[in-house]
């Protein structure tokens, strides 16, 4: 395994991070068969792994806790906040006095005494970043967390938080966790530059497109029966990446792999890119990604698929990806009908 540094923090990880949304209610309820996907996954070589409060409201994280209980000082632990964790409104977000709750909660949940990358999960309109960046900083100072990051942030906030941390003497974010595989190319734009510029690790999420990348969601075929077509339904359908897989699929045929293996390599193949998060299921799908991590691909392949979807495009929607409140909020781009003006 040939470990990266992630961005400026010294930190060594694998190019590879084990994602652990799928372990618990919402992927795999088997606590055991979890336990031994991610043991799979250290004795591989994987040092880094990426879990989240949020995901099946903490079971994610219980179950990360059992696995690495005995090998924590050899792992690269990750975690996040943001997500809703109760009806209280003020379980959620991003401000002092639920991130001081949250990473306890988490600490407990995990079963150690730090979080080596203690990230925030999406954007908080309503929380000044320089309250967010307080807390974390005094979270840092404390030794509970080591290093902070964000995740799918706008370029803009991306930026905006490194000038907050500098003006105010603060811990800056030291990654950002975008989504990031062929068929959503958007951060190539600036996100991944201003990633460089920062000297910010990126670790990017849905590498496979939520599963579109492995050929079994095609043009004309019934949508496979699966969490994600549960969660994201419009997307699964989507007919324009629909399209795009059936161009891809000819493609990786003919480079001698599978369509998996080839998004995978895709991704990894960015100098902007630290890790690619994983995020199987079933030990099935850990070995069948494992057993691409050795896959190249050439400048003729990386150049055909930019014929197919061109660089720093995306492909049809997706249903995970942040709005910011003028995309989401139709009242934020619309005057009210009184005010608008005859044309």
Not at 38 to 48: Q, R, V
Not at 96 to 105: S, Y
Not at 208 to 235: C, I
Not at 318 to 328: L, Q, T
């Amino acid at each position: 395994m040939q470990y990266r540094t992630l961005g400026k923090t010294g930190i060594k990880v694998s190019p590879y991070c084990l994602g652990a949304m799928m372990f618990g209610k919402i992927g795999n309820p088997d606590h055991d068969d979890c336990v031994w996907i991610i043991h799979k996954a250290l004795d591989a070589g994987i040092n880094f792994i990426d879990t989240a409060d949020a995901y099946s409201k903490g079971e994610s994280e219980v179950v990360v806790g059992k696995a690495i209980k005995g090998r924590r000082d050899g792992i690269v632990l990750a975690t996040k906040a943001h997500h809703p964790m109760g009806d209280d409104p003020n379980m959620r977000g991003n401000s002092r006095r639920w991130l001081t709750r949250a990473v306890e909660d988490s600490l407990r949940r995990l079963g150690t005494d730090h979080i080596d990358l203690y990230q925030i999960h999406r954007p908080s309109p309503e929380t000044d970043i320089e309250e967010t960046l307080s807390a974390l900083t005094d979270l840092m100072r404390a030794g509970k967390v080591r290093a902070i990051g964000s995740s799918t942030f706008p370029v803009s906030e991306i930026v905006e938080a490194q000038w907050v941390a500098e003006r105010r003497g603060l811990a800056r974010f030291r990654t950002e966790q975008p989504p990031y595989s062929i068929l959503d190319r958007g951060i190539e734009r600036e996100v991944l530059p201003a990633c460089e510029r920062y000297g910010m690790g990126a670790m990017v999420w849905s590498p496979l497109a939520k599963g579109m990348l492995t050929g079994r969601y095609r043009k004309g075929h019934e949508t496979p029966d699966g969490v994600r077509a549960r969660y994201f339904p419009r997307q699964m359908a989507d007919e324009r990446k629909l399209d795009a897989v059936e161009r891809l699929l000819p493609l990786a045929e003919e480079v001698g792999l599978s369509l998996t293996h080839m998004a995978m390599a895709f991704v990894m193949a960015h100098p902007g890119v630290t890790s690619a998060i994983l995020g199987p299921r079933t030990m099935e799908h850990l070995d069948d990604l494992l057993a691409g991590a050795n896959a190249r691909l050439g400048d003729d392949v990386l150049d055909r698929i930019d014929q197919i979807v061109p660089p720093g495009t995306d492909v049809g929607m997706d249903e995970a990806k942040y709005n910011p409140p003028a995309i989401a909020r139709a009242e934020l781009r619309r005057r009210p009908i009184a005010d608008r003006a005859a044309t």
